[in-house]
């Protein structure tokens, strides 16, 4: 069993960065691979960002490759979404995933644990 907890969210203004954490309990978060995704207002949720278990591997959706990063410390149990040159259509709530496979995926049907959520507003 796994829990996370999100935290980071909030309002900035657009060209603004803000950084999200994620916190898992549970002594085998190491071996899951991490994804972040997010949901707006009268959307699907979609894919973020993915990290395999060991942090070596990430995968990004086209709509944030090279304005977010993905890490993970896995001393800390912590996995972090650092989000720059935010836009306002990344206005959304920010979720993290848990997903025990050994094959990073960017199908949310395909993770185990979610996160509650944080609130990302961008502001133009």
């Known amino acids: 069993q796994v829990q996370l907890v999100e935290s980071g969210g909030g309002l900035v203004q657009a060209g603004g960065s803000l950084r999200l954490s994620c916190a898992a309990s549970?002594?085998?978060?190491?071996?899951?691979?991490m994804g972040w995704f997010r949901q707006a207002p009268g959307k699907e949720r979609e894919f973020v960002a993915a990290i395999s278990w060991s942090g070596g591997s990430t995968y990004y959706a086209d709509s944030v490759k090279g304005r977010f990063t993905i890490s993970r410390d896995n001393a800390k149990n912590t996995v972090y979404l650092q989000m720059n040159s935010l836009k306002p259509e990344d206005t959304a709530v920010y979720y993290c995933?848990?997903?025990?496979?050994?094959?990073?995926?960017?199908?949310?049907?395909?993770?185990?644990?979610w996160g509650q959520g944080t609130q990302v507003t961008v502001s133009s």
């Open positions: 995933a848990a997903d025990h496979t050994v094959v990073v995926t960017t199908d949310p049907v395909a993770y185990d644990y």
């Open positions: 549970g002594r085998t978060f190491s071996s899951y691979a």
